[in-house]
C-alpha cells in the first residue's frame, strides 16, 4: 500500500465516503490534520454535527463559513503543524438559499423562490438536499481556490448510492423536459387554473386536491428562470468529481455489512469512473500475537500458573479467545475487501481502547493513518 | 381507563395521595407498555445495530404471540438477511412464527395507494399513463416518505382495504438512519402543512395524528456507548419529543462490553504484560484492553442517564462473527 501521504500527492480534493457508523468523521477530520501538518492549508467539510470534534478543534461551533483551526492546540498534542487546517460545518439549508440566490436571474425570480411556502418546508428536509448541498460547497470553494486541499465528509448515507446520484436526483425536479410542461403557456400550470380539460389531470387533482397542484405548479414555476443555471452548474460539478485531482477514499468498518457495502460502493465509483483513491477500515481487532506456532501452549494453564489465580486465569483465557474470534473475521473481511478490490492498499486503523473524540485521538489515529507499510507492521505487532 | 384524578406522589413514604391538574393526570398516566402499542419506530444513527433491535423486539413480540410485521423502509433487506431469508421485497412474508417482514418500496406503495382510491380500472390505468402523474410522483420532494408512512400505518389498520391484508398486533419499523434527527417523521406534518386544504391534507393529518399518538405508536432509539452516540441520541430524544411529539419510550445501548475484571485484577494482568511474552503477554494485554473499554462505556451509559428523560436498557455486546437469528433470538430475551 503507497501510504496516504502518496495517494492524496498533487490532490485537490479528497472525499471520503461510506456508509453511517464507520468514523467518516474521526476519518476526514484526522487526514485534514495530517495533510495541514506536511505543510499543506487544508479545510475540512462536515455535515456531522459532531459537537465535541468541533470543541476539540477549539472552535465553539462550526457554521457555514471556514474557521481556522488554532496550531497552538496541535503543538500541545506534540503535532507540528507547518501547514493551516481549516474547517467548517454545511448549512444545506443555508447553502441552498445562497444557490438560489446566485442562480436567480433577478432579485424577483430569487425572492419568489425563497418565500415559496414550499420551498421554505422542503429546502431543509429534501431528500437528497444534505448530498447535494454538500457538493456544491465543495465546489464553490474549489472555484475560490483558496485551499490546496479540500476534505468532505459526505453526509450519512443508507445507501452509498443515493450520494453519487443526489446532483441528479436534486436536479431532476427542477430540469429540463418535464419541468417545461409546467412552464409553457399551455403548461401544468395553466391547466391546474382549470383551462386544460385532460382527464388525467382531472383524476389527479380528484386524488391530490386542487389547492396543492396549484401550489406545486407555483413553486416548479418560481425556479423557471433558473433551470439552465443549474442543469450547467451540475454538469460542472459532476466534471469536476470526475477530474484526476479529486480522490475518493472509501471508509468503512471491518464487519461483514460494512465491508459489503464499501465492495459495492467501490463498484459504483468504478461504474461512474469516479477517481478511486484507497480503502480505510476502522476500528480493526488486530490479531494479538501468531498464535498457530505456539498451538502447543494451554493458555489457562500457562496463566494460572503466572498469576496463582485459575478463576481469573479462565477468564483472561475466555476473554482472549472471544477477542481472537473478533480479530480472525475482521482479518478474514479484509482479506474478502481487499481481492474485491483487486488492491492491497487497504489501510487499517485499530480498535483503540478508547473512542475518539479530542485532538489526542486524532493524533493517534493519524499514526496508523499516514504511518509507511513497515511501520504500521511494526505498530500492529506492538499493540494488544 | 381507571387512571382517577388521584395520582401517588412520587416520593412519599405515607402514600400521600395528590389532586394534579389535568395536563399532569396526562403525563402521569401510564401509557400501554411498548410491546402493547400498535407502531414501535426503532430510530438511531447509522451503525448503530437498529435492524437487529427492530428484529429482537418483533421476535419478542411474536413470542409473546403477538401477530408481528417488522418492515423495511429501504431496499436493504437486512431483517431477512438475519433469517438467511431472500429478499422479501414488497409482500408481507412469514420469517417464523407470528412474526412478518415487508420491505416497504415507496413506487409500489404509491400504487397501492392510488388502486385503493380509484376503484374504475380504467381511471387507475389512465392516471399510472399519464406525463403529469409519473412526473408529479417523481419530483415531488418528500413524497416518497410520505406514502412510506402512509403503507405503515396501512399495516397498522385492524380492518385493512388491502386485499388478503392480514392483521397485526404490532408494527415495527427499522426507521431510516437519522442523518439530521427527524426529517422522516416530520414529512406528515409536513405535507399537511404544504397542502392547506384537500384529500392529501387529511391523509397527512391522519397519519400525524397516527404518528404522535403516544397510546399507540412509540419509539426506541438505538445508541451506542461512546462519545458522538450519547451526545446525537440526547439531541435526538429532545427533537423526538418536541418537534414530532412522539413518545420516546426506550433508548438501547447497544454492544456492551462485559465487566469481566475488577481494577485491581487489571492491575496484575497489566503487570504480568510487562513480565512475560507470547500468548500469555497477549492474552493480558487483551484483558487490560477490555477493562478499559468496558469502563468508558459505562462512563458514557452514566452520561446518557444524565441527559435524557427515557429509561436506558443495555444490550450486551455479542462476541460473534455475524449475526444469525439465534443471535437475535438471544438478543431478544434481554430486552426489557
Known amino acids: 500500500m503507497p501510504e496516504l501521504g502518496e495517494v492524496l500527492e498533487g490532490k485537490e480534493i479528497c472525499i471520503c465516503a461510506g456508509s453511517g457508523g464507520v468514523g467518516k468523521t474521526t476519518t476526514s477530520a484526522a487526514i485534514a490534520t495530517g495533510m495541514a501538518a506536511s505543510g499543506l492549508k487544508v479545510c475540512v467539510l462536515t455535515i456531522d454535527p459532531a459537537k465535541r470534534l468541533a470543541d476539540s478543534l477549539g472552535l465553539e461551533e462550526l457554521g457555514n463559513e471556514a474557521r481556522r483551526v488554532d496550531p497552538a492546540l496541535f503543538e500541545r498534542q506534540g503535532v507540528e503543524m507547518e501547514g493551516e487546517l481549516w474547517a467548517m460545518m454545511l448549512d444545506p439549508k443555508a447553502t441552498f438559499d445562497e444557490l438560489v440566490a446566485r442562480q436567480a436571474p433577478d432579485e424577483e425570480s430569487r425572492d419568489r423562490v425563497l418565500e415559496n411556502r414550499i420551498y421554505q418546508q422542503i429546502s431543509n428536509a429534501l431528500a437528497g438536499s444534505q448530498e447535494y448541498m454538500a457538493m456544491e460547497k465543495l465546489f464553490e470553494l474549489h472555484t475560490e481556490g483558496d485551499y490546496d486541499l479540500l476534505v468532505l ?16 436526483r436534486l436536479t431532476q425536479f427542477i430540469e429540463g423536459r418535464s419541468l417545461r410542461v409546467f412552464m409553457k403557456p399551455t403548461g401544468l400550470a395553466a391547466k391546474v387554473a382549470g383551462r386544460g380539460t385532460s382527464v388525467a389531470l382531472g383524476v389527479l387533482k380528484r386524488i391530490v386536491g386542487f389547492d396543492l397542484l396549484a401550489d406545486l405548479a407555483e413553486f416548479f414555476n418560481a425556479f423557471s428562470g433558473m433551470v439552465d443555471g443549474f442543469q450547467a452548474r451540475a454538469k460542472r460539478v459532476n466534471k469536476l468529481l470526475a477530474d484526476p485531482s479529486t480522490c475518493f477514499l472509501v471508509v468503512c468498518g471491518p464487519q461483514g455489512e460494512p465491508v459489503e457495502e464499501a465492495v459495492y460502493f467501490h463498484r459504483k465509483l468504478v461504474e461512474a469512473k469516479l477517481p478511486f483513491g484507497g480503502v ?105 | ?18 389532586f394534579l391538574p389535568a395536563c399532569e393526570i396526562a403525563r402521569n398516566c401510564p401509557i400501554p407498555e411498548l410491546l402493547d402499542k400498535r407502531l414501535v419506530i426503532v430510530t438511531g444513527k447509522g451503525g448503530v445495530g437498529k435492524t437487529t433491535v427492530a428484529v429482537a423486539l418483533g421476535l419478542r413480540a411474536a413470542a409473546e404471540g403477538k401477530r408481528t410485521i417488522v418492515c423495511e423502509v429501504s431496499s436493504q433487506e437486512n431483517a431477512s438477511r438475519i433469517f438467511d431469508h431472500t429478499a422479501v421485497g414488497f409482500h408481507e412474508v ?127 432509539i438505538v445508541a451506542l456507548p461512546e462519545e458522538m452516540p450519547v451526545n446525537e441520541t440526547a439531541a435526538l430524544e429532545k427533537d423526538l419529543r418536541d418537534e414530532v411529539g412522539v413518545a420516546v419510550d426506550r433508548i438501547y445501548l447497544n454492544g456492551l462490553y462485559p465487566e469481566r475484571f475488577s481494577k485491581p485484577e487489571c492491575e496484575r494482568l497489566t503487570q504480568l504484560a510487562e513480565t512475560e511474552q507470547g500468548s500469555v503477554r497477549a492474552a493480558a494485554r487483551a484483558a487490560v484492553s477490555e477493562h478499559e473499554r468496558a469502563r468508558s462505556q459505562r462512563a458514557q451509559l452514566a452520561r446518557l442517564r444524565r441527559r435524557v428523560e427515557t429509561p436506558v436498557k443495555t444490550l450486551p455486546f455479542l462476541f460473534e462473527p455475524e449475526l444469525g437469528p439465534e443471535a437475535a433470538r438471544r438478543l431478544s430475551r434481554r430486552l426489557s
Not at chain 1, 459526505?154 to 446532483?167: H, I, K, V, W, Y
Not at chain 1, 492498499?345 to 493524533?363: F, N
Not at chain 2, 381507563?1 to 395528590?18: H, K, N, T, W
Request: aromatic letters at 6%.
Open chain 2, 1 to 18: 381507563m381507571a387512571c382517577g384524578l388521584e395520582i401517588p406522589l412520587r416520593g412519599y413514604s405515607d402514600g400521600g395521595r395528590v
Open chain 2, 94 to 220: 412469514e420469517m417464523e412464527e407470528n412474526l412478518w417482514s415487508i420491505s416497504i418500496d415507496p413506487d409500489e406503495s404509491m400504487r397501492e395507494y392510488v388502486l385503493l382510491q380509484l376503484k374504475v380500472r380504467a381511471m387507475r390505468d389512465l392516471l399510472f399513463r399519464s406525463r403529469i402523474f409519473n412526473y408529479l410522483a417523481a419530483a415531488t420532494p418528500g413524497l416518497k416518505e410520505l406514502v412510506t408512512i402512509g403503507k405503515i400505518w396501512e399495516l397498522a389498520q385492524l380492518d385493512r382495504k388491502v386485499k388478503q391484508g392480514r392483521k397485526y398486533d404490532l408494527v415495527i419499523v427499522d426507521a431510516p438512519a437519522t442523518g439530521h434527527g427527524v426529517g422522516f417523521l416530520e414529512t406528515p406534518r409536513t405535507f399537511a402543512a404544504i397542502a392547506r386544504v384537500g384529500p392529501i391534507h387529511s391523509q397527512a393529518q391522519r397519519l400525524d395524528a397516527f404518528i404522535t399518538d403516544q397510546e399507540q405508536t412509540g419509539t426506541a
Open chain 1, 280 to 384: 480505510i477500515v476502522n476500528k480493526v481487532h488486530y490479531p494479538a500475537e501468531k498464535l498457530r506456532g505456539d498451538g502447543a501452549v494451554d493458555l489457562p494453564e500457562a496463566l494460572a500458573e503466572k498469576l496463582e489465580d485459575a478463576d481469573l486465569a479462565q477468564r483472561v483465557a475466555a476473554n482472549f479467545s472471544d477477542y481472537q474470534a473478533l480479530a480472525e473475521r475482521d482479518a478474514r473481511n479484509i482479506d474478502h475487501l481487499a481481492s474485491e478490490l483487486r488492491t492491497k492498499g487497504v489501510i487499517r486503523v485499530p480498535y483503540l481502547d478508547e473512542d475518539v473524540h479530542d485532538l489526542a485521538g486524532l493524533a493517534e489515529i493519524n499514526r496508523y493513518l499516514f504511518a509507511t507499510g513497515e511501520e504500521r507492521v511494526a505498530m500492529a505487532a506492538g499493540r494488544a
Open chain 1, 153 to 168: 465528509d459526505t453526509p450519512p448515507t443508507r445507501n452509498a448510492l443515493d450520494f453519487l446520484d443526489a446532483p441528479k
